[in-house]
């Protein structure tokens, strides 16, 4: 039977639907219209899009969710095969990739979905089964993997070894899974007995049981042979469910729970920014993401199905939120990166990219030491205003944290005393007016309410956002930049702030972004290299008095912060003593480039993902774990030097890492 689609499912990178599970299922909850979820489908099936609505209330909720679609109890598996996955798999034998995506809380019924049950098959089996069909057909071969991703790694659990996949990167940045097999599936039932015969939860490592995304790719190959490339793939995944960490009774450690939700979480960031058509997607947060990132990237398409239960529990209200999100990324997607942003919800990651590649004039706040204008020579007698509203948390989880971040607006702003301007591009005179405005602030979060105020002790579960998603610390300030000239142009344009340990993420996710391989951290020491070669270059010409940037001043009667500041190039941004010796001047700005060069190190270690943390000189897959652990207990392990003993380092062999890392730059 042939399904006519919506419209939308054949635009959407990401597809979202949800499935109801059965009160029946809970047998302590009973069902009462006051609790449970009701589902308006304005065209019936033929829906585009329904609203989901709980009768229990919960922080922050709102009257109704919109999703794609939603299936309910009385809809069978088999429906959504038809409507949902065949479409799907047609696209896989032309070529493409595709997924199947299961996401909820715990007890949802992800599981259930995939796997089915005696009486009902699940959506695993039969997709399977279809496909099996059509390779018959068509005289292609059905090769399966399956894997498991826990703790950052990825497993093959095609059979009991349980071997260790290296997720690479290759040319081009394809993604290469080394160690992952492949299983030529001849039947149903053989698949079955590879993909059911596994137990769900599995011990990996330890003691304790450990959950875990659990995922099969189904690759559609012109040849039985698994060493023979995939026309397509089809991948099926079953999420680890979501659950609050600070819950009492669970059997994992809040630890353990703040991992699987950080993945949960950089999973649904991708989502979202496919959605939303954002330029930057942050495929490299997590292992799990990285490796599936060519099967999300490009046409390819995904269906995420939000399991839900019946009666709402605040956690799978939580992911239902988010879910709404992502499925209205689509509607919110930018037509163009360098207009003003009008909606809340763009990611930041990419706001930070495409205003780095496409706006005439971006500003960075480094909440330590400085601002950084970014301009272009030709657009920059500029005047920026920025609203509040303009710069609402835009990455899908960065809102949450805004809401608080604006309640301690003043408390940021202190952070920000130190600020010095610099401008790489320009010599221009620049005036930065921060207003750190309490009101306006909580002015321009209120529409986010829905989503600040979603839990019920938001302090709290923003602290744990903060540290389960790395999220980005949106100041949402009102910012005002005026550069003095005779030629005055006034722009409104976006403003981004972002504290200094994120400048370097970030960093690293634009270089990703603009294709370039390279390592910040060494990028990052070659500017600092190139400032050392240009200063010994300036010790033999005359110098002239230059005006350096000076700190922020901040009067408080108004809650301003105005900052006066010469823009200049990072080789002139460093002053030259007038009137000391050429020696001690440059002894002078060695000492800099050295502090600055530790600085540069630490962030990284401070920032930088496991993969990037083993390019390292001296750090190991068991040292980057280590770090990476170390970041989930305090966000910035890493202060000092000496702070690297934590990690089993001596002295002597962090200094021997520094100057490998460093001498490095000048080869
Ligand atoms: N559609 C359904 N019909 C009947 N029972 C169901 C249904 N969906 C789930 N269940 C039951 O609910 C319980 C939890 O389901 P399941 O294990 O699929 O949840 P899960 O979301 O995969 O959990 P976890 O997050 O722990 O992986 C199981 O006992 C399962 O049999």
Not at 123 to 137: C, N, V
Not at 608 to 629: F, P, Q, S
Request: hydrophobic share 30%; with cysteine.
């Amino acid at each position: 039977m042939e399904t006519k689609l919506p419209m939308s499912h054949e635009r959407k990178a990401v597809r979202v639907v949800a499935r109801i599970k059965p009160s029946s299922a809970y047998p302590s909850a009973k069902s009462s219209a006051a609790t449970s979820v009701s589902v308006h489908k304005p065209n019936g099936d033929e829906s585009e899009t329904v609203s989901i609505s709980s009768g229990a209330q919960f922080a922050g909720s709102k009257d109704s969710y919109k999703l794609d679609y939603c299936y309910e109890e009385n809809e069978t598996t088999s429906l959504i095969l038809t409507k949902e996955i065949k479409p799907l798999i047609s696209t896989v034998f032309e070529g493409k990739d595709a997924n199947v995506i299961a996401h909820g809380a715990r007890c949802s019924g992800k599981t259930h979905l995939a796997q089915g049950s005696e009486k009902e098959p699940g959506l695993a089996a039969l997709t399977m089964g279809e496909m099996l069909s059509m390779a018959e057909e068509s005289g292609y071969s059905i090769l399966a993997s399956i894997y498991e991703v826990c703790h950052e790694t990825v497993y093959d659990i095609s059979d009991q070894e349980k071997r260790v996949v290296s997720v690479l990167e290759g040319a081009q940045g394809k993604i290469q899974l080394k160690g992952l097999s492949k299983v030529h599936v001849k039947s149903l039932s053989e698949f079955k007995e590879l993909y059911f015969g596994l137990k769900k939860t599995q011990k990996l490592t330890g003691d304790s049981p450990l959950r875990s995304h659990r995922g099969v790719m189904i690759h559609v190959t012109t040849s039985s042979n698994i060493n023979s490339g995939s026309i397509g793939r089809m991948n099926f995944l079953d999420m680890a469910g979501y659950e609050d960490s600070r819950k009492q009774n669970t059997d994992l450690a809040p630890l353990e729970i703040t991992r699987i939700n950080k993945s949960i979480y950089s999973l649904q960031n991708v989502m979202y920014a496919l959605n939303a058509n954002e330029s930057h997607v942050p495929y490299r947060e997590s292992k799990l993401t990285r490796m599936l990132k060519d099967c999300l990237q490009g046409s390819n398409e995904t269906l995420l199905i939000t399991c839900l239960p019946r009666e709402l529990s605040q956690d799978s209200f939580y992911m239902l939120n988010l879910a709404s999100r992502i499925c209205l990324g689509n509607n919110r997607a930018m037509a163009n990166a360098t207009k003003k942003s009008n909606g809340p919800l763009r990611s930041i990651s990419s706001s930070y990219v495409s205003q780095r590649r496409q706006t005439p004039l971006t500003v960075t706040v480094y909440s330590k030491q400085r601002t950084e204008l970014r301009g272009n020579a030709s657009e920059r007698k500029i005047k920026l205003k920025t609203s509040a509203s303009a710069i609402k948390g835009r990455k899908l989880f960065g809102e949450a944290n805004g809401s608080v971040k604006s309640k301690n607006n003043t408390k940021e702003m202190d952070s920000k005393d130190r600020m010095a301007m610099k401008k790489e591009t320009s010599t221009s005179k620049v005036v930065l007016n921060v207003e750190a405005s309490a009101s306006e602030e909580e002015n321009s979060v209120s529409t986010l309410s829905s989503f600040n105020n979603l839990q019920e002790t938001p302090r709290k579960h923003q602290e744990e956002f903060s540290e389960a998603i790395n999220c980005i610390d949106v100041i949402t300030c009102k910012a005002q930049i005026v550069e003095r000239d005779e030629n005055r142009l006034d722009i409104e344009e976006g403003l981004t702030l972002f504290n200094e340990g994120e400048n370097l993420d970030k960093e690293n996710t634009s270089l990703l972004a603009n294709e370039i391989t390279s390592p910040p951290l060494s990028l990052r020491l070659q500017e600092l290299s190139n400032n050392l070669k240009s200063i010994c270059n300036t010790l033999n010409q005359p110098s002239t008095p230059e005006k350096y940037p000076t700190p922020l001043t901040k009067y408080p009667e108004h809650g301003n912060i105005i900052a006066e500041a010469e823009l200049r190039t990072p080789e002139r941004s460093m002053p030259l003593n007038v009137g000391c010796s050429p020696w001690k001047t440059f002894s002078a700005h060695s000492s800099k480039l050295k502090n600055s060069a530790v600085g540069e190190y630490l962030k990284f270690l401070n920032t930088a993902d496991k993969e990037d943390l083993k390019k390292l000189k001296g750090i190991g897959e068991k040292r980057a774990t280590y770090i990476v652990d170390l970041r989930q207990e305090s966000p910035e392990p890493f202060k000092k030097l000496d702070d690297l003993k934590d990690i089993g380092l001596s002295e002597k062999q962090i200094k021997g890492l520094l100057r490998k890392e460093i001498g490095e730059i000048f080869n």
